[in-house]
Structure formats: C-alpha cells, structure tokens
C-alpha cells in the first residue's frame, strides 16, 4: 500500500474520537486489572436511541430529521450530557461524548453517569421556528427516556439556553407542570445557575492553580498561549488574565495573535466582539492556529476543538503544562510522546469538568427549589476542581502512570466501584 494511504488511514483512525476513547479506556482499565464482567457491561453503553424526526419547514413541506441519544452509563446516577445539532454529527461520535461524560462526571465525583444526544441537521440554515419544531418533537421522542432522575441533556455544539427552555417547556406540557431539572444550562431566569456561563473557563483557571505550583511558578511569572476564544478560550483567557497571568497569545477559528510580553486580553476581546475578529488588533504578531500551538510559552490551553495535538506535531509542543480545555484535542497517539516529553497534561476529563459541575448544581438548585449565590457557586466549584485535580495527581503518582491515564484510571474505578456494589442485573 502507498505510504500516503497508510499515512491518511492512521490519521483516520486518530482522529476517530471513539478509537480515541477506547485507546484510553482499555489502557486505564488494563492498568487497572479491571474485572473481565465489568470490563464487558462498562465498554458499552446501556442504551442507544435512534430517532426520527418530522418537521414542517417554513415553506411547508416536510422534512424527517435523524436524531440519537446514547445514555452511556447508569451506575452512579442520572445521564447527564449535551445535545449538538450538526450536518455531520453521527452515531460514533455521540456513543464516544457519552462515555467521556461517564468519565468526567466520576473524575469530578458528581452523581451522574454519561450521555450525549445529536441531531443531524444545519441550524445555519433553518429559521428559528423550524428549530423550535425540530427541538420539540425531538424533546417529545425522548419523552420516556430524559428526567431529573434518568437523564439529564444540556447544550452543545450549536445549542444554547434556549434550546434548554423549549425542550424544558415540552417536557413539562406533557408532565402537566414545570420540571426544570430536566435540562441544564437553561436561562437564568428560568432556573439556570448563575455561574454557569463562566463555570468552564473558571475550571480551568482552578486546574492551571494547582498545576503551576507543582513547578514553583506564579502567575505572573507563567506565560499561556489560549487556543479559541469561545465560551471556554475566551472566558478562560479573561480569568486567567485577571488573575495575572501572562496570556501571550489567543485565537479564533480566522488564526491567533502572538505577544511573548502578554496580551491585554480585555482589550483583545473587546476588538474580537466589535470586529469579529483579532485582525488589526494593534501591537502583536499574527500566527496561525498550527503555529500558536507551537509557541514558546508555560502554559498551552487547547480550548476550540478536536485533535489538535497529534502524533504529527507533539514533538514541537514546548509548553511545560497542557491544560486541556476543549474535548478530545490531542490524540491518543500524541500522548506517549507528550509524556516522554515531560509535558504535565491535564486532561480535558478534568481540565473541563467545571462546565458539568455547574450543571450538576444546577440540576440540585432546581431539585431544592433554592438558588444559589454566584459567589457560593464559584467557591463549590473551586472546592471540587482542586480536590479533583489532587485526586488525579496522586492517582498519577501512586500508579506511576501519566496524568491522562490516571484520570481514566480514577473514574473507571468509581464506576467500577458502583457497578460491583450494585452487582450486574444479568
Ligand atoms: P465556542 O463555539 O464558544 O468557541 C469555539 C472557539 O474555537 C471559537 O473561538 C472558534 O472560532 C474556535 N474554533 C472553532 N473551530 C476551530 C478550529 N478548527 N481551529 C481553531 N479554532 C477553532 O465553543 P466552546 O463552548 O468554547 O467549546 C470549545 C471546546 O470546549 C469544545 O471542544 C467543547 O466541546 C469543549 N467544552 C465546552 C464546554 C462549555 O461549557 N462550553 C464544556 C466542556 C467542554
């Protein structure tokens, strides 16, 4: 076979994000001895629901959407994941969302298992009404399998608080009252956690704390190169930056800016919203994505997307500490090189768990019927991003394994944990 051929089918594979999952999956649960009966029950999901969907479309006609949820795992509570409406969104990729968020919730220890949901389909080019019909008949389909105690969706890719609040409001017509904690990352006003908007980037704020005094650094002394400007990047630049941080270099999806003395991110963000882009930002040099990944810094927080650091490119990465941001955005063939490297990772199952633990007090918040201070909520976040980061962090060191598969390790083993204690109903 042509070596061009054998090159594009291994980066196929690396870039599949199940293969990527089961890679780190069956690594942690062979470090573990994981028992053959759990081994089985955990690498598959408990449920994969495929739906169809009509919709009339403004002009009248009708239109049948396909839509999926996979309820991954059971074990230690309530499904708990997002939904994307995307063109290209599939079966593989949804059942691979679902187990990480069965991992992340257990990195983190909230009582949730994992699911994820999608639908394919180009909100870009549908009007609001006919999104509004597509979410609710999809809501309506799943009637029988979401609900504050079975499952539990939330926003993703090209979904948002109000997506939440129509699926909310149809789940509730049919239950004939309001069920809120049916859905995460809903508008405030309507039971949604302050906080939330901000909880994924303060995440990672928390996690990049814990990880520079391992290398006796201080902010000011730490330099961090941002990947994305989004919900994650952005607010995340913003925090780390207030907390001073030398944020040296940022980007969107056009490319990046590039200022080895740090960046004045408020003003870099200011430029992005007035603009819509960094272009003509004065002051610093431009880079490209690819190169901003490259960029001689402490910190590099991948926060845009997948598979960004791969076996092809970790080799250049020079940062000291990887504070993974996005989902998946280094490959599973990247990791033994990073760790050969001396990169301290941490991994997105931890490094952006501060998005779910919000959801998950919001999910409680709505259960008590009690609200919460944005101050309350940021401190209980705190609490559970540091603890969860000095859990991995000795999972890593008594195992003698790197950061990533110690954090597999660790939510594999409360899984596993649960699931024994339950015992299997075969
Ligand atoms: P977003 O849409 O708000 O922002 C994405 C950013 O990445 C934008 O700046 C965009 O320009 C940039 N981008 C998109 N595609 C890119 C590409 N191919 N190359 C370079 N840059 C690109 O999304 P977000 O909510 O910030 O999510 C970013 C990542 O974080 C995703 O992987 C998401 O799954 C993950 N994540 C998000 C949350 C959350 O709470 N929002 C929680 C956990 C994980």
Redesign the pocket.
Known sequence: MANSMVDDMRRVREENPFESMMERFDRAAQKLDLNPDLYAVMRVPNRELKVYIPVRMDSGRMEVFEGFRVQHNFARGPAKGGIRYSPDVNIDEVRALAAWMTWKCAVVNVPFGGGKGGVICDPSQMSLGELERLTRRYAAELIDFIGPEKDVPAPDMNTNEQTMAWIMDTFSMHARHTVNAVVTGKPVELGGSRGRREA?GRGILFVINEAIKRFKMTPPNTRVAV???????GIGARLLHDAGYKVVAI???FGGIYNPAGIDIPAALAHLQATRSFEEFPGVERVS?QELLELDCDVLAP????NQITSENSNRIKCRILAE???GPTTAGADEILHENGVFVIPDILA?AG?VTVSYFEWVQNRMGYYWREDVVNERLQDIMVASFNDVAKYAETHAVDTRTAAYMLAIDRVAYDTRMRGIYA
Request: aromatic letters at 0%; glycine letters at 24%.
């Open positions: 994924t990947q994305g400007s989004g919900n994650v990047g980007s969107d999806i994505n926060c845009a997307t997948e941001g996005a989902n952006n998005g």
